[in-house]
């Protein structure tokens, strides 16, 4: 099956610092990657879609000044939050898309938990 | 404006007994619906796509145009079915909108 890694797991950081997550297709090139955000208690909410050598769309209201999204192969994704704030603290998940068989599915990675002192 | 409800936080069901989680959308276009399941510990996974008309784990999902709803049954509800499950749209330009998720509970 499809596997979608993301790197680290959980990332403590001080604020004013940056903060980089990976997201990797492990078996699969991903024609789309997308990056949500789930605060507590709350549904997914997009941040963004990234095609491999394009510039990431960005949903309103998502700063992305402050959101770096850098979609470098078909394999690779990284967001970078910038400049952290506690109110960044949340939970990170980004998911693949790419053609398994006949199926265009998305694959979500296990999720990133940021904690901004 | 396009919206995904799943108007249930929790849904506690006891082992054996029927379980339905609501969900409506709102959408102008041609929606495409999925329900996503995440299972304690684990990352969210695709349970089921209404365009596939499968019935994945003894669960079904019918799209209701009239009512724009893509509720997700099950007969018999199973302890392992113990899980957040979440319905999302697909706006068919690569950009999905979830719901707020509803927790099920299957109690023995």
């Known amino acids: 099956g499809a596997v979608v890694s993301q790197h680290p797991s959980r990332v403590i950081c001080k604020s004013g610092t940056s903060v980089k997550i990976e997201c990797r297709s492990l078996d699969f090139q991903a024609t789309t990657m997308f990056w949500y955000r789930q605060f507590p208690k709350k549904s997914l909410m997009l941040m963004a879609t990234s095609n491999e050598g394009s510039k990431a769309t960005y949903e309103q209201g998502v700063e992305k000044d402050k959101f770096l999204i850098n979609h470098a192969s078909l394999t690779l994704s990284t967001l970078t939050v910038t400049s952290a704030h506690p109110e960044d603290s949340s939970f990170y998940i980004c998911?693949?898309?790419?053609?398994?068989?006949?199926?265009?599915?998305?694959?979500f990675g296990p999720g990133t938990r940021l904690t901004v002192t | 404006a396009q919206r995904v409800t799943q108007p249930e936080k929790l849904l506690s069901v006891f082992k054996g007994a029927p379980v339905e989680l609501k969900c409506n959308y709102s959408?102008?276009?041609?929606?495409?619906l999925f329900w996503y399941v995440q299972y304690s510990r684990q990352r969210l996974q695709l349970l089921l796509r209404?365009?596939s008309r499968e019935s994945i784990k003894g669960f079904t999902a019918d799209l209701n145009k009239g009512e724009t709803s893509f509720h997700l049954k099950k007969p018999f509800a199973q302890e392992e079915d113990s899980a957040m499950y979440y319905c999302?749209?697909?706006?068919?330009?690569?950009?999905?909108?979830f719901g707020t998720g509803t927790r099920l509970k299957v109690l023995a």
């Open positions: 959408y102008s276009g041609s929606p495409e």
């Open positions: 999302a749209l697909n706006l068919g330009t690569y950009k999905y909108i």
């Open positions: 209404h365009i």
């Open positions: 998911s693949a898309q790419g053609w398994q068989g006949k199926r265009d599915e998305q694959y």
